[in-house]
């Protein structure tokens, strides 16, 4: 076998010269970004076409002959958030170093679900997440994981909740044993992973309660109190609740300090879903805003929204972290290794849902440190006031109404000059457009935005988590949105 024939392996001067050739195309991609169209308008049906419909290749196809042909496939077929122009739901543009980390991530390909496998990349990541809790200015003592985005990193907190507050025979016997209903809380403008961990954990989605808003989209703090009061009366156990921090559709983040007190008065896990908002505590003037986040339990953040991370990357982190080694710790004879609590080493295996896992924290722990905290702030600040220009430009034309503005979200409706229609008729009909725009914007590739619901009110909704993004881009969105605007009311009418 000393010199085996394979088909996989690449040798050194191929590799180098197909690796050369890539990185070209990809730093000509990379350039050129604000030239083409945020999203192909392809149909489903077209890029089948394209992509052809033949089976499995029984010989192999040259590497370089690959590459280059799967480069164009995706430069020309696909939508870029990494456009200056992409403002749709929460997906941010992708900081280039994050491209070279994962290359060299998956060079080395460690597996981080246990030290042994992984001695420096596990340090590494260790080390990436008490960066993160330092970012946002929680207590260094935070420990966590990395996973593989929000909803996983709210699962994998929701899970450590209940162990540490359900019933402690909970884990050998199962939810049926349990004769009370375990209860979680939170706003209506909360993320729909909510109601995934409540089906995946067995808990069902009515034990979701969905605590009404105020009239800032706050958790109303009243009813919250009142719906726990409720349920310990009918021999229910509560045992947490959600705060969001950064709510999908506007932006707001709830009152975090009082819903901690309300925790610790009832015994109950604080969770806060900042998956999007929560790098924003970094900012000095949003210190109220954030106030009571060193309260937490658990924090989910998403490194792949607002620090700029490629996808995929959350994590979760837990103030104490033990109660993660509580939940997902388990000691298989088939590993020989010394597990976290008893010897000097880490295993992330043991922290959540994963087994193996990737070294996914490389392109965060790069990306901290290239950027640096200042170097976040900045960006992070100029984000937030790019979303105040676009509210503010909105505000001042005819045309556009400013409905919302929080963080880096605002909302807006285009309303058509002379529009003769009153009450309910104007309503519906002002939501039709909207949603139409919305559809059309979407479609015709010169800009990307994406929709909210706010008050019965279609909006337009432009979230700014783009550092390619400037104060020309929110200037020409402004007029593209009027003139589409234009078309889609005209349209409308003729039908
Ligand atoms: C984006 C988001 C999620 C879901 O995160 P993914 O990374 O898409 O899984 C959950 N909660 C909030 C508040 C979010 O913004």
């Not at 029984?58 to 122009?85: R, Y």
């Not at 170093?97 to 420096?120: E, H, T």
């Amino acid at each position: 076998m000393d010199n085996r024939q394979n088909s996989i392996e690449i040798n050194k001067e191929d590799f180098q010269k197909m690796g050369y050739q890539l990185i070209d195309t990809i730093s000509e991609f990379l350039d050129t970004i604000s030239e083409k169209p945020v999203t192909t308008s392809q149909s489903p049906k077209e890029l089948q076409d394209i992509l052809g419909q033949s089976s499995l290749p029984k010989k192999g196809i040259p590497a370089d002959q690959l590459l280059k042909s799967t480069s164009k496939l995706l430069f020309e077929n696909s939508l870029f958030n990494g456009h200056p122009k992409f403002f749709g739901f929460i997906t941010s543009s992708a900081a280039p170093i994050g491209a070279l980390a994962d290359l060299l991530a998956a060079s080395v390909n460690p597996n981080v679900g246990g030290q042994i496998l992984s001695p420096m990349a596990t340090e590494i990541e260790k080390q990436t997440i008490s960066w993160l809790a330092e970012f946002i200015g929680v207590s260094p003592s935070y420990g966590g994981v990395l996973v593989s985005g929000g909803n996983m990193a709210n699962f994998t907190a929701f899970l450590a909740a209940r162990t540490a507050k359900a019933p402690k025979s909970i884990k050998e016997n199962g939810l049926s044993n349990t004769t009370k209903q375990i209860i979680s809380y939170c706003s209506k403008s909360t993320h729909t992973w909510i109601d995934k961990a409540a089906i995946l954990f067995g808990h069902g989605s009515k034990s979701i309660r969905w605590i009404p808003t105020d009239t800032s989209n706050k958790m109303d703090m009243v009813s919250l109190e009142q719906t726990i009061k409720a349920d310990l009366k009918l021999g229910h156990q509560p045992f947490m609740v959600v705060g969001t921090a950064g709510d999908v559709s506007t932006g707001v983040v709830d009152n975090l300090e009082a819903i901690g007190a309300v925790c610790k008065k009832y015994d109950l896990w604080f969770h806060i879903d900042g998956a999007y908002g929560v790098p924003a505590a970094v900012i000095t003037e949003l210190k109220e805003t954030f106030k009571g986040i060193e309260k937490a339990d658990s924090i989910a953040l998403d490194p792949h929204k607002w620090l700029y991370s490629p996808l995929e990357a959350g994590c979760t982190l837990v103030k104490n972290p033990k109660h993660l080694i509580d939940t997902y710790s388990s000691h298989p004879e088939y590993y020989n290794f010394s597990l976290t609590e008893e010897g000097g080493s880490l295993n992330y295996f043991e922290y959540g849902l994963q087994n193996s896992r990737g070294f996914r924290a490389l392109k965060v722990w790069l990306a901290l440190q290239q950027i640096g905290r200042d170097g976040y702030v900045k960006l992070i600040k100029e984000d937030i006031a790019l979303s105040e220009y676009f509210a503010k430009l909105a505000e001042q034309h005819a045309e556009l109404e400013t409905i919302t503005q929080n963080l880096s979200i605002t909302t807006m409706r285009y309303i058509p000059k002379n529009l003769n229609l009153i009450g309910e008729e104007r309503d519906t009909y002002l939501n039709t457009l909207n949603e139409t725009l919305v559809n059309t914007i979407q479609a015709g590739g010169q800009l990307f935005l994406s929709n909210a619901i706010v008050d019965e009110k279609y909006c337009l909704r432009i979230c700014i988590v783009n550092f390619r993004t400037t104060k020309q881009d929110v200037e020409e969105s402004i007029e593209i949105i009027i003139n589409e605007g234009k078309k889609a009311h005209n349209a409308l009418l003729s039908n």
